[in-house]
């Protein structure tokens, strides 16, 4: 993929979901909240690796525990923009039960994948909960995508994953590649593309603006992790803290060439 050249305008998905796309119950949303928790919300100050998200992308919104209406109406009018009507959305929910249910009924990803690091994914969000560790992401063994944070950039983002997943046919493969060193580089890409390509297609210029902010932070701790992996901790943090100065200058220089209503092309 081709970094820094976006397509413009912004191409919306229409009818992406295949055949067997895991539905969800008629019985339930595909918007779900986790009930409020006054110690489990707090975690967001009192977990070192949310504190570090916070400091690393200079954003206290991020693992807040806390999801605005906002923030939610954001992601929820991607995901109909987009066609994406299935895939199921916590914001700040903890439910092992119902991602157990979902790994096993979805037949969009091979069983092989599903029975062996699908297992794996579902087993570590059960034992080590993100609604106190945080951490947002998308689960593409179960289509589930958690939120944590109180940004709709961030929500879209993850979202953009979901999207990026329903266009392909090879779910499980896809998904695997993820874990070869460099290799999530390219998913992130494509999401991170996605999210700036939406807000800037559907946001008002301070949304665009905050997206950039966030954003481009958030794809250089990808790069700073993938290389870290290869080094000692304390030199992967220092090397992570290096990467977000010139990070953090260069979203504030593109947020601060928006303009309305004509932007630049260059997306990431």
């Known amino acids: 993929m081709s970094i820094g050249c976006a397509t413009v ?53 991020v693992d807040s525990h806390y999801i605005a209406e906002e923030t939610e109406n954001t992601l929820r009018q991607y995901l109909a923009d987009n066609d994406l009507n299935n895939v199921k959305i916590r914001l700040n929910q903890y439910y ?14 091979g069983a092989g994948w599903r029975y062996t690091l699908g297992i794996i994914s579902v087993t570590f969000y059960t034992i080590l909960p993100q609604r106190f560790f945080g951490g947002d992401n998308y689960n593409p ?34 998904a695997a590649i993820y874990m070869v060193p460099f290799v999530s580089l390219y998913h992130e890409a494509r999401a991170t593309n996605d999210a700036l390509g939406y807000m800037r297609a559907e946001s008002a210029i301070g949304d665009q603006k905050d997206a950039y902010k966030i954003l481009y932070p958030a794809y250089t701790t990808y790069i700073g992790s993938n290389i ?17 100065i010139p990070a953090h200058a260069v979203a504030r220089i593109k947020a601060a060439t928006l303009k309305e209503p004509e932007l630049t092309d260059d997306i990431l």
Request: proline fraction near 6%.
């Open 96 to 109: 092992p039960g119902d991602e157990w249910r979902r790994l096993f009924k979805n037949k969009s990803v």
């Open 9 to 61: 305008p912004y191409t919306y998905g229409k009818n992406i979901e295949v055949e067997n796309t895991l539905k969800i119950r008629p019985n339930r949303s595909q918007i779900e909240r986790g009930r409020p928790n006054k110690f489990l919300d707090a975690s967001g100050w009192i977990w070192p690796g949310s504190l570090l998200s916070k400091l690393f992308l200079w954003n206290i919104k």
């Open 141 to 174: 063994y179960t289509n589930t995508v958690s939120i944590y944070s109180d940004h709709g950039a961030i929500a879209v983002h993850e979202g953009g994953h979901s999207k990026d997943f329903a266009k392909k046919k090879y779910k499980g493969s896809y």
């Open 228 to 244: 870290g992996d290869f080094l000692p901790a304390p030199y992967a943090y220092a090397l992570q803290a290096g990467l977000m």
